[in-house]
């Protein structure tokens, strides 16, 4: 987890709220993701960034948007929080791409009422 | 679905013993990846082995690739009860720029 933090770390909000996680990396790397991780499906990706202000979506985007303003700071909003948006949403970062080594955040849980 | 798929999905095993796992995928890789995840972590990355190679080490974990086989194993020697974890593939498929990551196989080390 060095070099990565994630905040919050714990969240309780309500079905219809808005809410933002955020990651931080203090490696200087390029890339970085955003995963949920739910129990029989792995990790999916939500979306990616290869570069301030350059994102993509990944498998999973639907009803959420982020957003990187700077190399260090990458942020995931749920623009409307639903039941289904709970979960443990992991940060990872990589150096020199998609297909190489991804080091990860310690996680938020998500739990949408 | 072209995640890599892990087998067996749990393995329990004593201290000092043996622990492999497998990971079977279906089309063209790049890379191949081993992470390892305790519980309530984040996920570690433990070894990459590329297309073109077919074994790797790290202390006590050995990687090896059969992309004829389209499969790759993980064998932890000598597992020690610290090594009770979740353990998971990620494939870099040749046609894609993606990670794929498979549902992980759950190791217990028993004491």
């Known amino acids: 987890d060095a070099g990565i933090t994630q905040s919050p770390r714990h969240k309780v909000t309500e079905t219809g709220t808005p809410v933002t996680l955020r990651c931080h990396q203090t490696?200087?790397?390029?890339?970085m993701y955003w995963y949920r991780q739910d129990p029989g499906h792995g990790l999916r990706l939500i979306h990616y960034s290869y570069g301030v202000k350059d994102t993509d979506k990944g498998e999973v985007s639907d009803g959420y948007s982020v957003s990187r303003s700077k190399t260090e700071d990458f942020l995931l909003t749920l623009e409307s929080a639903t039941s289904s948006q709970t979960s443990v949403y992991f940060c990872a970062i990589s150096e020199r791409g998609f297909q190489e080594t991804q080091y990860f955040g310690p996680g938020t849980r998500l739990l949408v009422l | 679905s072209q995640q890599g798929e892990e087998d067996p999905q749990a393995l329990s095993i004593q201290e000092g013993e043996n622990a492999t796992m497998n990971c079977s995928y279906k089309?063209?890789?790049?890379?191949l990846q081993w992470y390892r995840q305790n519980s309530g972590r984040g996920l570690v990355h433990l070894i990459l082995i590329r297309s073109n190679e077919r074994e790797k080490h790290s202390g006590r974990l050995r990687v090896t690739l059969d992309t004829s086989k389209k499969s790759s194993s993980l064998l932890i020697t000598a597992s020690r009860a610290a090594d009770t974890a979740s353990y998971f593939c990620?494939?870099?498929?040749?046609?894609?720029?993606?990670?794929?990551f498979g549902t992980g196989t759950r190791l217990q080390v028993f004491p």
């Open positions: 990620a494939t870099a498929f040749y046609n894609t720029d993606k990670l794929i």
């Open positions: 490696e200087n790397h390029r890339y």
């Open positions: 089309t063209s890789i790049n890379n």
